[in-house]
């Protein structure tokens, strides 16, 4: 769908309201007022090749190999990939399968590093200069950082600023909304590095060709929006700090330019076909980092909270850190969690296994009880529409969670199932305690796996033709090289017998004269 151009500024000054959202409560109190701290390196570290959207990395180190801080051990495969990057220097011990941060459990290609205590750096990207350099060079820095959207999404953030080729953007804003209950991680890191993040988003703002920037943050980080205030130019762009309501899910990218605009994204449509490009500001330090020190994406700040939790914390921890070795430096569990998620409450993925390693999106290990939980049974839907108010998309979810228990996916995906952001305000309102969401979630994946099976189906068909048609030109070919060669033969036969005509004939006409004599 094409979408025109913003005809003119909207008004800095003016919020809009979305539709939908819920006001769960916050409960960042245990981990807010905690700084930011760097947690020993781990005995082991495993690095997933799969932390971002698109094509997993392809590993380029084999057992056995030594490798240095920084150094590239996974290289992107094809436009929408990621590199990666060893966390520290070490041995690889092993390249293969491991569980993945996934509900699902599955292996995942995975490199596992023995750490040797030294933290030892290898060559280390170039500098730049981000006032001189091209927006094509701190693009390409950032792919080669491997740096991905840190806020949970982990698109590919160099995709995103090359975006300036084909949109004509105006704004890019950085959403340091936080909204998820718990994670605060965002809200230290702008506390403690603003400065950073600024200049981040100032590099950026170079990289798309955009004039303005927004840094939008939810009303309930006071100490967040007065530290980002005092850097209100980056890199020589004017930068305004836009305090939004504490509302769920304010971070979610389309809503918050909704919020910030007043206008609406259409239905799988990207912001950047506004004019607006919105990038995470942990994403913003990660490029600062990047461009200014040629540090490659290899660690990052998590939240450990939960009432399970002995000591909540910051923690700046190395990519491919086991969640356990976390939950360990964070004085261990009190008691058994009821429920131990990688990331937020309402977006976060169950964690099965302890074992698994954080990866670039993961912003926080909640370890939560039976009463912060509060899981009550399973009743059958009601009809109060409760989920239809709160839903931010304009969907139905129980119509969907109904098309999807009866199997009919091609009815769910007719009135909005793709269109869902999995947020799950609806599962948080339903007094009937539905799994919409996930019911939702399933249902998503298996219509994926659907698809992927009649794409792979309709290439093997489609390669089944090539090949019987490149089997029937090459039977072709050689029946007409068979043609041919008979035809050369008979020409050939056919001057051989004329040949030998001619000598007969003239051998008898010799034969004659001396007869005559």
């Known amino acids: 769908m094409s979408i025109l151009p913003f005809a003119g500024r909207f008004d800095p000054a003016r919020l809009f309201a979305f539709k939908g959202g819920v006001h769960p409560e916050t409960r960042k109190f245990l981990s807010a007022e905690c700084e930011i701290e760097d947690m020993p390196i781990p005995a082991l570290i495993r690095v997933p090749l799969q932390q971002h959207i698109g094509v997993e990395a392809e590993a380029i180190v084999e057992r056995g190999d030594t490798v240095l801080k920084g150094q590239l051990i996974g290289k992107a495969r094809g436009p929408v990939s990621a590199n990666i990057h060893a966390p520290t220097s070490g041995q690889v011990i092993a390249v293969g399968h491991f569980t993945a941060p996934h509900p699902s459990g599955l292996p995942v290609p995975t490199i596992t590093i023995r750490p040797d205590g030294r933290d030892e750096w290898g060559p280390r990207l170039p500098r730049l200069h981000p006032e001189s350099a091209a927006p094509e060079q701190i693009a390409a820095q950032v792919a080669e950082a491997g740096i991905v959207g840190m806020g949970g999404a982990t698109f590919p953030a160099s995709v995103k600023l090359n975006l300036r080729a084909k949109y004509d953007l105006h704004t890019l804003v950085i959403n340091a909304a936080e909204c998820e209950p718990y994670l605060t991680c965002d809200d230290r890191l702008m506390r403690e590095r603003a400065e950073e993040i600024a200049d981040g988003a100032g590099i ?29 130019i980056a890199l020589g762009y004017k930068m305004r700090i836009k305090t939004v309501p504490t509302q769920y899910p304010m971070g979610s990218e389309k809503h918050l330019v909704k919020t910030l605009t007043g206008r609406e994204t259409p239905a799988r449509a990207l912001t950047a076909e506004l004019g607006i490009v919105v990038h995470n500001a942990a994403t913003a330090h990660a490029v600062h980092l990047a461009v200014r020190y040629g540090e490659p994406s290899i660690s990052r700040v998590v939240t450990v909270s939960g009432r399970g939790v002995a000591r909540p914390a910051n923690v700046r921890a190395l990519i491919g850190t086991p969640v356990a070795d976390l939950i360990a430096h964070c004085g261990g569990l009190v008691e058994e969690p009821d429920r131990l998620l990688m990331g937020g409450p309402m977006m976060g993925q169950p964690i099965r296994n302890p074992r698994v390693p954080i990866v670039k999106g993961s912003g926080g290990i909640l370890a939560l009880t039976a009463e912060e939980t509060r899981e009550k049974d399973v009743m059958p839907c009601i009809r109060c529409g409760l989920c239809v108010q709160v839903c931010p998309m304009g969907l139905t979810p129980f119509e969907l969670n109904t098309r999807v228990e009866a199997g009919d996916l091609d009815g769910a995906a007719k009135v909005g199932l793709l269109d869902c952001i999995n947020c799950g305000c609806c599962s948080f309102t339903c007094p009937s305690n539905r799994p919409l969401v996930q019911t939702i979630q399933y249902a998503k ?14 290439q093997a ?13 090459i039977a072709e070919a050689k029946r007409a090289a068979m043609a041919k060669r008979k035809a050369e033969m008979a020409a050939k036969k056919k001057r051989e017998a004329e040949a030998a005509q001619v000598v007969a004939e003239a051998v008898e006409a010799t034969s004659r004269k001396e007869a005559a004599k």
Request: aromatic residues 0%; positive net charge.
């Open 445 to 458: 994946g298996k219509l994926a796996e659907r698809d992927s099976r009649k794409h792979q189906q309709d």
């Open 461 to 473: 068909k489609r390669l089944a033709e090539a090949r019987t048609a490149r089997l029937e030109a």
């Open 204 to 232: 950026m703002a170079r990289a798309l060709g955009v004039k303005d920037i927004i840094v939008a943050i939810e009303a309930n980080k006071p100490q967040a929006i007065q530290a980002m205030q005092r850097h209100k």
